[in-house]
């Protein structure tokens, strides 16, 4: 898992010139957008592998129950929920290039620590806590310093940068899974080396980047403290019922759906259907498979018109894809239903992104954009640790289809009441 993961004012004056235009071949701009590329590519990379290894360390490797294999998503994703603001407005004040290159060089330490203890037979429940809390904080500062320099980077043209990132995000992580799914037969201990190895790659490409020619962080007036700034942008985003409501849409998206790819899915395989890692790959690869497909369909296209009614359906439907594998139909069936899901998020991804970043201010964008992320990692946590809990009395297929439909239910409710439906794109789409 991955996901989440992932400026007007300054904009303006450059926008009505040519710059519009995408970037010469060969050009800065295009040198720059290639190692973001890389940059993302190295992160989405090692959550491919961690989407895999983690449950299958917890559910496999520990024989944890239910209830724990919950309790340690919900600490892997809690930090998305304490820090994530704090990320954003730290970004919009700091070196965005230096914030995502130190997340990067800190978060391949916590893979190394726990290959160690795997190595030296040490492996155990709090030490995956310890691990998933370290990594999570990791990216909770890292998305909105990340995502917050695409709009320089993309020149214009948002929502095609925004669909090639998430192409990018998407079809590196069929590669993490693949390499996870072997973790039964080479041990997770060389994977989680390769997965510090990964992060630090992308360290390297983020301090390739050349940002000298972008403005400064804007800072008008004194320095506004953290809390000050995080509430003012919070008042933006309530006021602004575009935000507002992509913004419930991700927080439903982040507590009925994440928990049930997290957790019961990968209690599914195990108590269901008896599988092991290169099963847990597998159910993922064919999500992502979904997932890059639409991506390069929505890349080719160039984007779509009615932003706010491709979210809806795509969750609403989405919730009805995940809901089917609480069936217990016969093996093949939960491959193409992830598969369905895939597609749908893909859009969810892609649209909610590009409608936050087109519709916030530029002085707000990286807090509007950690209000985003916010939206889906401080719901996922809880998502997960109720489908654990549920599982743990109910069953895991009961707790899926409990889960997901109340997604659908969410969709139906901003599609009936919201303006949201009959957003279009600017422009730049």
């Given amino acids: 898992m991955d996901n989440m993961s992932n400026n007007t004012s300054a904009e303006a004056a450059d926008n009505t010139s040519d710059d519009s235009a995408p970037p010469a071949p060969g050009s800065r701009e295009r040198v720059n957008f290639i190692w973001y590329l890389c940059g993302v590519g190295s992160w989405f990379s090692m959550f491919g592998m961690q989407v895999v290894l983690f449950p299958w360390l917890v559910l496999i490797a520990l024989q944890e129950s239910a209830a724990r294999a919950g309790t340690a998503q919900m600490a892997l994703l809690l930090p998305g929920l304490l820090f994530i603001l704090l990320g954003g ?205 639409t991506a390069f369909v929505l890349l080719r296209k160039g984007g779509v018109a009615r932003q706010g009614r491709a979210i809806t359906c795509a969750l609403g439907i989405g919730g009805l894809m995940l809901a089917a594998i609480g069936l217990g139909l016969p093996y093949p069936a939960p491959l193409l239903l992830m598969a369905g899901w895939g597609i749908c998020g893909s859009i969810t991804m892609s649209m909610g992104r590009t409608i936050v970043q087109e519709a916030s201010p530029e002085a707000h964008r990286s807090r509007a954009m950690a209000f985003y992320m916010l939206g889906f990692m401080g719901t996922a946590p809880f998502g997960s640790f109720m489908i654990g809990q549920l599982a743990e009395y109910i069953g895991p297929l009961h707790a899926i289809a409990f889960s997901a439909l109340g997604m659908t239910v969410i969709a139906l409710w901003i599609a009936l009441r919201s303006p949201i439906w009959r957003l279009e794109g600017s422009g730049n789409s």
């Fill in 89 to 293: 407005a730290v970004a919009d004040r700091k070196d965005r290039r230096a914030i995502t290159r130190l997340c990067h060089l800190l978060g391949g330490i916590p893979a190394l620590l726990l290959a160690a203890a795997v190595m030296l037979d040490l492996l155990s429940f709090p030490l995956m806590l310890a691990y998933g809390f370290a990594v999570g904080t990791a990216q909770a500062f890292l998305f909105p310093a990340r995502d917050g320099m695409l709009p320089y980077i993309a020149r214009g043209n948002i929502q095609r940068a925004v669909t090639s990132a998430t192409m990018v995000q998407f079809a590196v992580q069929l590669g993490g899974f693949a390499l996870a799914g072997m973790a039964a037969s080479i041990g997770a201990a060389p994977l989680l080396v390769v997965q510090a190895l990964l992060l630090w790659f992308g360290a390297l490409a983020f301090h390739r980047l050349d940002l000298s020619h972008l403005p400064a962080p804007v800072r008008s007036g004194p320095a506004p403290r953290n809390l000050a700034m995080i509430a003012d942008t919070a008042l933006i985003v309530w006021r602004h019922r575009t935000l507002r409501d992509v913004i419930i849409l991700i927080g439903g998206m982040g507590f009925f759906l994440m928990g049930v790819i997290f957790v019961g899915v990968p209690l599914v395989i195990r108590d269901i259907y008896g599988g092991d890692s290169g099963d847990l790959a597998l159910i993922n690869m064919f999500n992502m498979g979904g997932m890059s497909l």
